[in-house]
């Protein structure tokens, strides 16, 4: 049961100190901390930086600074973006608003290991660049796409599912790797929402 005592505790200011250099720190924050008021906002929390020293107030502070390391971890090696962050509140599932699971997911989060996009070594052709995965479990997919014959991507809207895998086939194609690439309707009851593509049910099926 949640008392007025544990829900205070919970209220209480985090304060986080992020180790790294001024590049590290660069990294994390984005052009004018635009990252850090992306994750405020994602998780609707008051976040205030002074230097290596991050304040965070709300009521889920404490998850928010147990994302805001795992996100300073991934930035040891790369500039993270906006959609960066975007991407990893989406998987971490901080967009559901049932309080029960934010609860348990504040108390069951595991932190991800960093992703390094220099040693990680996958990369999809395209026409215009390269492109890499962002996310350890961006990367387990790919992986799993170019091992395996078939591969089931389940998640929520928004992650790169489908973004990815069509990249994939991209890639195959540019390598010659395939000949042919099929597309298939979905099958699903009719009304029932797909994924992230714009559009009504008529739009994304036909």
Known sequence: MTTPRSRARRSMPVVVTLDGDNTHLANLCGPLDENLRQL??????KLSRRGSRVT??????????RVLRRFHEQAVH?????DDIQLGLVEI???????????????EMDPLPALDDESDGIAL????????????RQR??????????????VGPAGTGKTWLAVACA?????????????????????GERLGFLPGDLAQKVD
């Open 40 to 45: 405020a906002d994602g998780m609707s929390v």
């Open 78 to 82: 790369r500039a993270l973006s906006v």
């Open 140 to 153: 387990d997919y790919l992986n799993n796409i170019l091992k395996h014959d078939i591969t089931f991507g």
């Open 56 to 65: 965070i107030e709300g009521e889920l502070a404490e998850l928010a600074s």
């Open 170 to 190: 991209i890639d195959a194609m540019e390598r010659d790797t395939v000949q042919r690439l099929v597309l298939t309707r979905p099958a699903v009851e009719a």
């Open 125 to 136: 052709r395209t026409k215009r660049s390269d492109l890499r995965p962002r996310t350890p």
């Open 93 to 107: 599932g901080v967009g559901r608003q049932e309080e029960k699971l934010k609860e348990e997911l504040a108390q």
